[in-house]
């Protein structure tokens, strides 16, 4: 029943350690008329949510000053309204990661190297999720 019609937002926070996968995020999502604000740490990426509105963050899981299931848990605490997918590459910890992610299984995770279309399909239905409500998703 969250049927409230919100204002078209097209903005989307991207965090992650590495300067290459902004990079490559950034030119791929704005390709597809996304605005992105691209971030390398969770510090700069709550900076950006206090002054910028955006439907979705799209976060890292493995960063060093605070990992990508702590930085969900803390834009929950802040009842930011924004819509939440994970990321994560081959090579950090994977057994711990998928038990973790088992446990956020309603937020969507893609895996690097990215698969474009699902990254683009991903967004697109976290944009539709955030503007329409969960209950429009089928
Ligand atoms: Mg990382």
């Known amino acids: 029943m969250s049927s409230s019609i919100k204002a078209p937002n097209r903005t989307i926070l991207v965090v992650d350690d590495e300067i290459d996968v902004l990079d490559f995020l950034t030119i791929y999502l704005e ?19 206090e002054r910028e509105p955006c439907f ?10 605070m990992d990508g299931y702590e930085f969900i848990g803390e834009i929950k605490n802040r009842a930011i309204d924004i819509e939440m997918v994970l990321m994560t590459g081959f090579g950090y910890n994977p057994n711990h990661t998928l038990v973790k992610l ?19 399909d991903t967004i697109q239905a976290a944009y539709d999720r955030y503007h329409h409500g969960p209950d429009r998703i089928a």
């Open 31 to 49: 390709s597809l008329s996304w605005n992105v604000v691209a971030v390398d740490s969770t510090r700069k990426a709550f900076e950006v949510l």
């Open 56 to 65: 979705c963050v799209l976060t890292d899981i493995a960063m060093p000053d």
């Open 102 to 120: 088992n446990k956020s299984s309603h937020y969507p995770c893609l895996f690097k190297p990215f698969d474009r279309r699902k990254l683009a």
